[in-house]
């Protein structure tokens, strides 16, 4: 995938980075966000009404081969999975097409994003970098939050660690426009639910937990069985904002079933793997397409710079 040609959105995916390691820390080889993750593979198997909602050719296929990555927040490639700081947790998806083609998904364990723009979350990282956090109403970072009401219910919405990653639910940041065979359109966000149900730790059973829980656990997890999820999307009514990542829509608009994921084994040499894989929140395939919301050329520029960036370290 080429990167844009927009040189402002170079230059703020370029200060965003630099953001992003002033306050975790500049580590050759790691994303600067959600650096520390765990590979699997397994299946995509499509819902019998999935070809109503996009034409997309993992859709209209019997099964198609995936690779999913779980990760804990910040830039820290340590960051103990135990830590209030590792949510919201992300799962990436890549449906692998045919040679060098593919369509991915990239999801977080908290339904939305703090702000509407990538220039408003370089505001919140610096106002974040500059702040005391044991005294956030009289920080840069307690003015930011109350000028902006929708990071302020970003930061305050409930992160509870999960049991496991195969326990979690993740929700996609941006709307995208699905179109079928008969060339009907929707906007959608994804819903990717976990078919063990969602399970969470309190805080006291959190803290009790080893610093690598979650790695462990879905190794040990997968060993034992499949670990399956329902690929959903809600789609939007009315009057819905589409372009807009910080506006949730009402949960009685519909959802729909686009298939199965089904993870059956780790990754070998996960730590390369992860290293060479560039996820792409853009779907770049036929039957989904990008919004207008102004996070999608921003997040790919982003994961573009720095995977490259990664794959060069050594």
Do not use: C
Not at 55 to 64: D, F, I
């Amino acid at each position: 995938m080429p990167l844009p040609t927009d040189e402002k959105l170079l230059a703020l995916s370029e200060d965003l980075i630099a953001q992003l390691q002033a306050i975790f820390g500049a580590y050759p080889g790691f994303r600067p966000a959600h650096a520390k993750g765990v590979m699997l593979t397994g299946t995509f198997t499509p819902a019998a009404g999935a070809a109503g909602v996009t034409k997309a050719p993992h859709v209209l296929r019997e099964s198609t081969p995936v690779t999913v990555r779980f990760s804990d927040s910040t830039g820290l490639p340590l960051v103990p999975d135990n830590d209030p700081n590792a949510n919201p947790r992300g799962m990436a998806v890549r449906f692998h097409l045919a040679e060098r083609s593919h369509t991915d998904i990239v999801s977080h364990s908290t339904d939305g994003f703090p702000t509407r723009t990538g220039g408003e979350f370089l505001e919140f990282l610096r106002a974040l970098a500059s702040s005391d956090l044991t005294n956030i109403p009289a920080s840069p970072f307690g003015a930011f939050l109350g000028s902006h009401p929708a990071a302020l219910a970003f930061v305050q919405t409930p992160k509870p660690a999960p049991t496991s990653f195969g326990r979690e639910s993740y929700f996609g940041v941006t709307a995208m426009e699905f179109t079928n065979a008969e060339g009907a359109v929707h906007f959608g966000r994804y819903r990717i639910v976990p078919e063990a149900g969602n399970e969470h730790l309190d805080d006291a059973a959190t803290a009790a937990k080893s610093a690598s829980y979650l790695m462990d656990e879905i190794a040990e997890r997968v060993a034992a069985g499949p670990v399956a999820f329902k690929l959903m999307v809600q789609l939007e009514g009315v009057g819905d904002v589409v372009d807009d990542a910080t506006i949730h829509w009402p949960e009685s608009r519909a959802v729909v079933e686009l298939g199965r994921i089904e993870l059956t084994a780790m990754v070998p040499e996960n730590a390369e793997a992860e290293r060479h894989i560039i996820f792409d929140p853009i779907p770049r395939v036929e039957g989904i397409a990008p919004s207008d919301d102004p996070l999608l050329e921003l997040r790919a520029a982003i994961y573009l710079i720095s995977g490259r960036r990664r794959r060069e370290a050594k």
